[in-house]
């Protein structure tokens, strides 16, 4: 197995026997864990110029954020994911919503993107977790590819009331000062934290579970074999969903470049 895919399924606490299956496991979910809606709301007051404002998006996944922010702000945005797949449809989720002249979607690894040395208005991670190493490190990274007041949106969040948890992928999550001091360590300016309410995370944690739990039964009854990989699988997504509903606060934060 080649590496990029190795590191997808690991990103996504699978097996790599069940990468094949990725697409039909979440074939029901567009939106990958982030708040693409509240994305829009955050960028939409900012005085950026139009359709020549340049978005790039890290771990696009299917194009969930970078569709929106074509279709309802007009800028351009350039979309990078691993998996090609979740490509495949973010390709086609802009030409349903008339904006494929708008987006570019490249299968490519973030970090080698974001190293390029190209300048953009506004780098938009979301629901990537810490890919890129702790929250000084991701800013780190993503200021490397903004210009001068430029923005970065990192959707993700912080602990509610514990320093650290014990859990794979979460290694890095602090609590809310911490996160906030981190964030600013470049010298950036916070902007806006836009905190999502516990109903939304609760219904949209339901709503993935089921259609997965449908997903499961229906790959299991194709691939037998794959029943305990599965059926593992299935309860790694809602041990994780319990975490976030008990542990964590969903938010989205905006950075202003210095």
Request: net charge negative; hydrophobic share 40%.
């Amino acid at each position: 197995m080649q590496m990029n895919e190795q590191h997808i399924a690991d990103s996504f606490g699978i097996s790599p026997e069940l990468l094949p299956h990725l697409p039909t496991l979440l074939a029901d979910i567009w939106v990958l864990g982030s708040w693409p809606d509240r994305i829009v709301e955050l960028l939409s007051p900012l005085e950026l110029p139009g359709d020549s404002t340049r978005v790039l998006e890290v771990g696009c996944g299917k194009g969930a954020v970078s569709v929106p922010i074509a279709r309802d702000l007009g800028f351009r945005v350039h979309g990078v994911d691993l998996f090609e797949p979740f490509l495949q449809e973010a390709r086609a989720r802009a030409a349903e919503a008339g904006v494929a002249d708008r987006c570019t979607f490249e299968q490519a690894d973030m970090k080698e993107v974001l190293g390029r040395g190209e300048t953009y208005d506004v780098v938009v991670i979301a629901a990537v977790g810490h890919a890129l190493g702790d929250t000084v490190e991701i800013v780190g990274a993503l200021r490397q590819t903004v210009r001068p007041g430029g923005y970065m949106v990192l959707d993700d969040g912080y602990l509610s009331r514990k320093e650290r948890v014990d859990y794979p992928g979460y290694e890095h999550c602090r609590d809310r000062e911490t996160t906030l001091r981190e964030l600013t360590a470049h010298g950036d300016r916070l902007v806006k934290e836009v905190v999502i309410p516990f109903t939304d995370l609760m219904a949209y944690n339901a709503r993935n579970n089921e259609v997965i739990a449908r997903r499961v039964t229906e790959v299991s009854l194709r691939h037998p074999e794959l029943r305990e990989q599965l059926l593992r699988y299935q309860q790694a997504e809602i041990e994780e969903c319990l975490l976030l509903e008990t542990e964590t606060v969903a938010a989205i934060l905006l950075l202003q470049r210095t």
